[in-house]
């Protein structure tokens, strides 16, 4: 069976995404760590990666790919360390923004099978009047906010074959900016109490 683009988009993404996590697990790369030296960037200095960075990372990553369903228990506590070793929030963010789109797209796929099983045939993509197209940037940009709507919506549009080409961009906006919306002040929050001494 051929592929389509959409199809190869997703699969690629997926890929992506475990590759990253491959990567960073099994390699030395070298992160720098803003959080301990702001006073002076010109002394910043490279550290490599602890196992502890390296198991917290996939501990996100697969955390993140879970449906919010499943999201049963919080990892606040091992994110919240790995920042506390240095690692930087700004790659944080990154990483966390692909985990949650691996997820997404996951439940894209789910919602393609059941509609594979649900009509016998995978069918055509959406038209371009389609809702999902026609709202994509407020639906899918905060489908990271909405918890277990937004996997719901992940899965419907799968299920009516949005184009993931299209959507993919949006999610990523909102993942990035629903990472950077808890990373960033408990960096700020472990920074204030460096500076307390605390």
Same mark, same amino acid.
């Given at each position: 069976? =051929? ?7 997703? *699969?690629?993404?997926? *890929? ?10 099994? %390699?030395?790369?070298?992160? !720098? ?47 919240? #360390? ?8 700004? &790659?944080?963010?990154? *990483?966390? @923004? ?9 439940? !894209? ?12 045939? *995978?069918?055509?993509? @959406? %038209?371009? %009047?389609?809702?999902?197209? =026609?709202?994509?940037?407020? &639906? ?19 299920? #009516? ?8 961009? !949006? ?11 808890? &990373? !960033?002040?408990?960096?700020? #929050? ?9």
């Amino acid at each position: 069976m =051929k592929k389509t683009n959409e199809e190869l988009a997703i *699969i690629g993404v997926l *890929i992506f995404v475990l590759s990253i996590s491959v990567v960073i697990y099994f %390699s030395d790369i070298t992160l !720098y760590s803003l959080g301990d030296n702001l006073p002076e960037l010109e002394t910043i200095m490279p550290t490599e990666l602890t196992e502890f960075q390296q198991f917290a990372i996939l501990i996100g990553v697969g955390y993140d790919m879970l449906p919010t369903v499943v999201q049963q228990f919080s990892i606040g506590a091992i994110q919240t #360390q790995l920042l506390q070793s240095g690692f930087s929030p700004h &790659i944080l963010v990154v *990483i966390t @923004a692909f985990a949650l789109l691996g997820g997404q797209m996951i439940l !894209y796929v789910v919602g393609m099978f059941v509609r594979k099983i649900h009509k016998g045939s *995978i069918g055509n993509l @959406a %038209s371009r %009047s389609h809702f999902l197209h =026609k709202y994509h940037f407020l &639906i899918f940009a905060i489908v990271p906010f909405i918890g277990i709507l937004g996997d719901a919506v992940m899965l419907f549009a799968g299920h #009516q074959r949005a184009s993931p080409l299209k959507i993919i961009p !949006y999610l990523l906006i909102g993942n990035a900016v629903a990472s950077a919306r808890w &990373i !960033y002040p408990a960096m700020a #929050q472990l920074e204030f109490g460096r500076f307390l001494g605390v």
